[in-house]
């Protein structure tokens, strides 16, 4: 049995570590620990926490390697709560999984609580009565997931949006789409869903905001967003326009509506790598994505102009918070027996929950 401690706060003896030294001792530990060892890492992880990881990807990729990874005892998830929650759903019952540091979660998921969307869905079904499916973006918290499995819904990420959108609409008439309004809204408007027919549920003052007649609404949008996202704006595009006219803008799609309408290009975060890599030198981007990620695309491609579409923009602080000293304690407490920080999710959360996402593995 796996004795279980939830430390939040990293010991100050690590604050005084080298990196040299913190380093040479993830090095060791990876090699000493083998397969038994698997470090997932997002795109959005620092430079300092990617250099370890043993795979790199989108949270769809993450979710499928984790999925399919049957050696590795111990994970260590280097990205954001819901990632790791994710992870432990989809591993087998001896596969640990952790996350170097508790505060990294992630403010859109943390906009959609179950009470919150228990009380929703009770109201819209008075409003729609048996019409309408849930989505959810995996961006949200493993009870959200197993509201959704028990409604007959999936999961959904920004690589498959659409298709898991166009899944949702061959089961019932109506989508109730959580937690980010614009992965929704900019989902079902490629589709040919026009805004009109858009309502949102705002979760704090329990209201369908919405102005015609109801039977049209086609999409209820969770009123959530990516508070990196959202900082990309009109004026950003406008500004790149006039002062490089030759360069393209492409933007993830947790963006706002009119971002995205003004953007060349938008599409998940593997969707932006890849069309940067396949990129002709010389040929010059803005992109609206996390900072990280933007900066290590620079690094990467110096054949390529490329700047962020928001030059004022920061990283996501709770992506953020996994760093080195976090990963090699996580590190260490496992390797004295003494592992912290374990990311468990109930089994009938994740039994319900897993519905939803194996939903989403079919389509
Ligand atoms: P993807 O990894 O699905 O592109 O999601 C972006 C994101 O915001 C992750 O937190
Ligand atoms: Fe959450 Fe946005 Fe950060 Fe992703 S980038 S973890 S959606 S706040």
Partial sequence: MLKERRDVLLPESYKRRKIEEMEERVREIKAALGKALFIPGHHYQKDEVIKFADATGDSLQLAQICAQNKDA???????????????????????????????????????????????????????????????????????????VGRHKGATVTSSNAHLMVKWAFRQKERILFLPDQHLGRNTAFDLGIPLSQMAIWDPVKDELVYEGNLD?????????????????????????????????????PECHHD??????????????????????????????????????????????????????????????????????????????????NRIQVDEKTAQEAITALERMFKV
């Fill in 259 to 340: 971002v995205v309408a003004l953007a060349d290009h938008n599409g998940s975060t593997k969707y932006i790598i890849e069309t940067i890599e396949q990129a002709p030198p010389g040929s010059e981007w803005a992109i609206g994505t996390e900072m990280n990620l933007v900066n290590r695309l620079i690094a990467s491609h110096p054949d390529k102009k490329i700047i962020s579409l928001n030059p004022h923009m920061c990283p996501c602080l709770t992506m953020n918070r996994i760093d080195l000293p976090h990963l090699l304690w996580n590190l260490e407490k496992i390797v004295l027996n003494d592992p912290i």
């Fill in 73 to 147: 005892e111990h994970i260590v998830f280097c990205g954001v709560h819901f990632m790791a929650e994710t992870a432990d759903i989809l591993t087998g019952v001896k596969q640990y999984v952790y996350l170097p540091d508790m505060r990294a979660g992630c403010s859109m998921a943390d906009m959609a609580n179950i009470f919150q969307t228990e009380r929703a869905w009770n109201h819209l079904q008075q409003f729609f009565d048996d019409t309408i499916i849930p989505l959810t973006y995996v961006n949200s918290t493993a009870a959200i997931k197993a509201f």
């Fill in 216 to 252: 049209e609404v086609k999409v209820i949008l969770w009123k959530g967003h990516c508070s990196v996202h959202v900082n990309f704006t009109i004026q950003n595009v406008q500004s790149v326009r006039q002062h490089y006219p030759n360069m393209r803008v492409i933007v993830h």
